[in-house]
T-cell receptor, first 116, second 115 residues
């Protein structure tokens, strides 16, 4: 079964500092990987996704993520955090076939707090 | 504008009552999903449907029911059998397969509170 682990429940950074949110996945084949962001009381918005090809993917709002097969990781990064980035971030893995086709499995989320 | 709508935004229910949450999409997506979100637990899949008139149980289907009579609509009923229904409910849709993979698009959510 596929699974996702986000080791950090809560991260606090200063505005302008760099950010890395960790994501480790378990999946038997090449995964589809996603990062979503959620503001309080809102739905989820897709930041970026990886299906194949270049292992460094660029997303919206200046975010990027790197797929590392050897480490089963898909960490999210941003070089300079803005106060508006404060939100909860979810990593997700998707299946490419079988009975679970189309389903996503989400991590528990990482809450990001940004200090001025 | 294309998107997913959920209604109502806030819903209050007395214990022992069934309640139905609405989810509508105009993205022409085949697949639709219902998730439950509790603090610190991420999103857990309740039910999903890959095509009209067909749906499958997710990881936490007990106490919930769904229907998929139209492509655009996927209502979720929270029954009195659900022991702890207070949560934030999210609906999503996607086009399974193809180069888009299974990226899911989310609605704004419904917060259900049992009084």
């Amino acid at each position: 079964a596929q699974s996702v682990t986000q080791p950090d429940i809560h991260i606090t950074v200063s505005e302008g500092a760099s950010l890395e949110l960790r994501c480790n996945y378990s999946y038997g084949a090449t995964p589809y990987l996603f990062w979503y962001v959620q503001s309080p009381g809102q739905g989820l918005q897709l930041l970026l996704k990886y299906f194949s090809g270049d292992t460094l993917v660029q997303g919206i709002k200046g975010f990027e993520a790197e797929f590392k097969r050897s480490q089963s990781s898909f960490n999210l990064r941003k070089p300079s955090v803005h106060w508006s980035d404060a939100a909860e971030y979810f990593c997700a893995v998707g299946s490419a076939g079988g009975t679970s086709y189309g389903k996503l499995t989400f991590g528990q989320g990482t809450i990001l707090t940004v200090h001025p | 504008d294309g998107g997913i709508t959920q209604s109502p935004k806030y819903l209050f229910r007395k214990e022992g009552q069934n309640v139905t949450l609405s989810c509508e999409q105009n993205l022409n997506h085949d697949a639709m999903y219902w998730y439950r979100q509790d603090p610190g637990q991420g999103l857990r899949l309740i039910y999903y449907s890959q095509i009209v008139n067909d749906f499958q149980k997710g990881d936490i289907a007990e106490g919930y029911s769904v229907s998929r009579e139209k492509k655009e609509s996927f209502p979720l009923t929270v029954t009195s059998a659900q022991k702890n229904p207070t949560a934030f409910y999210l609906c999503a849709s996607s086009i399974p397969g193809g180069r888009g993979g299974n990226e899911q698009f989310f609605g704004p959510g419904t917060r259900l509170t049992v009084l």
